[in-house]
């Protein structure tokens, strides 16, 4: 007799992949990230999602602590083909659902603690790490993770709305505002290969995007997407960051609202979907060495508009990674 519990996985060149959705429906079964496998279901691991369900960093709508369920639940739908890159994101490398890192909700000192010792001790098991939040905050302990695997400083992509590099909020250090700020501060970013895109909305004064750029970052702004397009943006971010490893923060408020209501400081005049995932694609053949996707906020969100706007970056991201040749995991290296 057929088990009714077992979940058939497509298998694809050794690695393990999705369940198999001809087999099981995708309204069925445990919602891990795209239905990939668990941790502790394979060995050999090229890129592990986790989760953070952190948000007592933002300050203005909260909710985002239930992003990382929000993304994986809205992850169904995703595919084992990428017909857009031409790629088998999950054939191409092992990916694995790492679940939570469980954090601190009362204190946030605690917490990055917490998050930088959690993504160190995954990257000792995988190569690269693509994290689903929780806000913002959990970029800088990421940011630290990341640096000290790497040797030294990474060129940081950040789409936002906001630069994120304001010097405090009410007195504390460590906001969903600050975080490269802190990053540049620790000598983790690159300051000669480090940008934002998509930036937009009021501004304290002039002055913000004076101190942004002394921390390191050159912008496209949000305004500049109806002259240069998504290749515009490509092309300048390829420029700028060149042969460095590369760590790429998306902010899911980069998207215009119609496009991403979930979210806990939305701003009017953003990106498409359509454009953010071209942006990532054009991405491909860079030295992809980690990512995060932060501030879903399903409160505010509808029929999962921006949970399957964050899983489709996540999977973007993702084959990105998986277009570069020779890649392999972590025991192998």
């Known amino acids: 007799m057929t088990d009714p519990l077992r979940q058939p996985r497509v298998e694809s060149h050794g690695r393990v992949g999705q369940v198999d959705a001809t087999v099981v429906p995708r309204f069925a079964g445990p919602a891990t990230f795209a239905r990939l496998p668990r941790l502790d279901e394979v060995s050999d691991i090229d890129v592990a999602v986790v989760g953070v369900p952190f948000d007592a960093g933002v300050t203005y709508r909260p909710g985002a602590r239930f992003g990382p369920a929000h993304v994986r639940e809205s992850s169904r739908l995703l595919r084992p083909y990428n017909p857009a890159a ?3 994101p999950f054939a191409a490398q092992q990916v694995v659902d790492a679940g939570d890192l469980a ?18 001790a995954l990257l000792e098991r995988a190569g690269r790490l693509v994290t689903i939040g929780g806000d913002h905050t959990i970029a800088l302990p990421l940011l630290r993770a990341v640096a000290e695997a790497q040797g030294g400083p990474v060129a940081v992509v950040h789409f936002d709305a906001h630069l994120d590099t304001w010097e405090t ?8 505002g600050t975080p490269f700020r802190r990053a540049s501060e620790e000598g983790l970013i690159d300051r000669s290969g480090s940008m934002h895109v998509g930036i937009r909305g009021p501004l304290y004064s002039s002055g913000d995007l004076r101190d942004d750029a002394g921390l390191g970052f050159r912008i ?7 002259d240069i397009g998504p290749r515009g943006v490509v092309e300048r971010i390829r420029e700028r960051v060149g042969d460095r490893p590369v760590y790429v923060s998306v902010d899911i408020d980069v ?10 400081t939305p701003e009017a005049g953003g990106l498409t979907s359509r454009e953010l995932l071209a942006i990532l694609r054009g991405l ?6 980690g990512a995060d996707v932060v501030e879903v906020a399903p409160a505010y969100d509808h029929a999962e508009i921006t ?26 290296r």
């Open 103 to 120: 954090v601190n909700p009362f204190d946030i000192e605690a917490a990055i603690t917490a998050v930088h010792a959690g993504a160190r």
């Open 307 to 332: 949970g399957v706007a964050a899983g489709h970056v996540i999977y973007e991201i993702i084959s990105s990674m998986a277009s570069v040749a020779g890649v392999a995991s972590k025991t192998a």
């Open 255 to 264: 998207l215009d609202p119609a496009f991403a209501p979930g979210t806990g």
């Open 169 to 176: 909020y009410f007195g504390a250090a460590y906001t969903h």
């Open 220 to 226: 496209v702004h949000g305004t500049e997407m109806d």
């Open 284 to 289: 491909a053949g860079l030295d992809l060495v």
């Open 86 to 88: 031409d790629v088998e």
